[in-house]
């Protein structure tokens, strides 16, 4: 996808995070630190904890913090699946997945879901995916995926039909944003999704779709 996109995408998931208030933020599928970077240098963020399976790309990454001097939040890089969190990590205040769920098999999104809104159950989550519906604008033929380890793309009611029905189980209420692009009939070449725990005294949630 083009920088201009990429870019737009990054400013867009920022400013929901920004919107937050999180002062500790989970960056789950952080890959090479685009956004965890750029995270690291807000004011009023306190702790980040990037996990990507790829060790490669976390090596990436840590050379990339070199820059960042002593200054700055706590930040801890971790290998592991956003799939199989650590316990630990539960209850922070914004969890991040920016283009990381197409990358898992559908037949594993159930996984995602328990693991993200009812083993983590951070206060806030923003979740972008590729729009399938802006692909023809990108060239990308029918049929075919933007990336060949995308396991697949939604269009935006799809999204949001997950979205939904995962909100609802868990007691979130969610938002979504179309980003990076915005065309007037297609939307944009992302999609975004925010959401919002209630309060923090809410009620226990209702079990995920096995």
Known sequence: ??????????????????????????????????????????????????????????DRLRRRLCDLGSCGPRIELRAASMTDPAPELAGMDCAVLVETMEHLDPDRLSR??????????????VVTTPNAEFNPLLGVPPHRFRHPDHRFEWSRSRFRQWCSRAARSAGYAVTFQDIAGRHPDLGGASQMAVFRAPCPDRADPVPAAP
Request: one cysteine or more; glycine letters at 10%; charged letters at 25%.
């Open 112 to 125: 995602l879901e328990r693991a993200l809104f009812h083993t983590l159950r951070p206060g806030a989550v």
């Open 1 to 58: 996808m083009t920088s201009w996109l990429h870019e737009e995408r990054l400013a867009a998931v920022l400013a929901a995070v920004r919107a937050t208030g999180a002062a500790r933020i989970l960056d789950l599928g952080c890959g090479d630190g685009d956004l965890l970077l750029r995270l690291a240098r807000e004011p009023g963020i306190e702790e980040i904890v990037g996990l990507d399976i790829c060790t490669a790309s976390l």
